[in-house]
C-alpha cells in the first residue's frame, strides 16, 4: 500500500510509518517531497477538521493516492480556546526561526497574571484520510494539560516548553520524543487513523 503524507516535514514520515506499522500495515509513506509540483494549500478553515480536510483533499486529487493530512494547536481555557487554529501564527508572521519563539512570547504574556488554577489547556490534533474515491477518514487527539510559567526543555518545538501534560510535572519538551508520541495529541489521533484504515484494507 501507498500512502502520501501531505506534509514536507521529513520528521513526520517515520513516525507515520511506524504508527501503520503498529496497526499491522505495511505501508509506503511518501512526503510531498515526491511530489514537487503539489499545490500549497492555505489553511483557511476555521477547525482543525475542516483544515486537514483541505489538504487531505487537495493531495488525493493531485497525485491519485490515499492522502493523510493533520491540523493540530493549542486551545488555551483562559483564552476562550485560542490560540486554536491560528497557532502557528499566534504573533503574527515571522521567519522559521524566530516564530514558535514570538508565539511562546505571546501567550507567556497573556497569561501572565493567571493564577495556577486558570492555566488549564489542551493540545488538540486532526488528522483525516482521503482516499482517491472520496471515502474519508477522521480521528481527532487531544492532549489535557496546564501552562507552565517560562520554558523548560530542549526537545519538541511550538508551545512544548511550556506544556505540562496532566499527571506529569515535566513539559511536553521535557520528555523523550518516545515518552511524547506515546501520549501526544497527533499519537492519539494518527493511531486511530491508521486502525480505522487497518478496518479498510
Keep these: 500500500m501507498k500512502l502520501v503524507l501531505a506534509t514536507r516535514n521529513a520528521k513526520k514520515v517515520p513516525e507515520m510509518r511506524a504508527i501503520l506499522a503498529e496497526a499491522g500495515l505495511d505501508a509506503e509513506v511518501l512526503s510531498l517531497d515526491a511530489f514537487p509540483d503539489a499545490p500549497e494549500v492555505p489553511e483557511t478553515e476555521p477547525s482543525f477538521i475542516g483544515n486537514a480536510l483541505l489538504k487531505a483533499r487537495a493531495i488525493a486529487a ?104 496532566e499527571g506529569e510535572t515535566r513539559t511536553t519538551a521535557e520528555l523523550t520524543p518516545e515518552e511524547k508520541n506515546a501520549i501526544s495529541h497527533r499519537g492519539i489521533a494518527f493511531r486511530q487513523l491508521a486502525k480505522d484504515l487497518a478496518d479498510m484494507v
Design 62 to 165: 493531485h497525485t491519485g493516492l490515499p492522502a493523510v493530512a493533520d491540523d493540530s494547536g493549542l486551545a488555551v481555557d483562559e483564552l476562550r480556546g485560542m490560540p486554536g487554529v491560528l497557532s502557528a501564527r499566534w504573533a503574527g508572521r515571522f521567519g522559521e526561526g524566530d516564530q514558535d519563539r514570538a508565539n511562546l512570547d505571546l501567550v507567556l504574556d497573556q497569561l501572565a497574571d493567571t493564577p495556577a488554577e486558570r492555566r488549564g489547556g489542551e493540545f488538540v490534533c486532526a488528522a483525516v484520510l482521503v482516499m482517491p474515491d472520496g471515502t474519508e477518514v477522521v480521528a481527532e487527539g487531544v492532549l489535557r494539560g496546564r501552562l507552565a510559567r517560562e520554558r523548560r526543555g530542549e526537545h519538541g518545538f511550538g508551545y512544548d516548553p511550556v506544556f505540562i501534560p
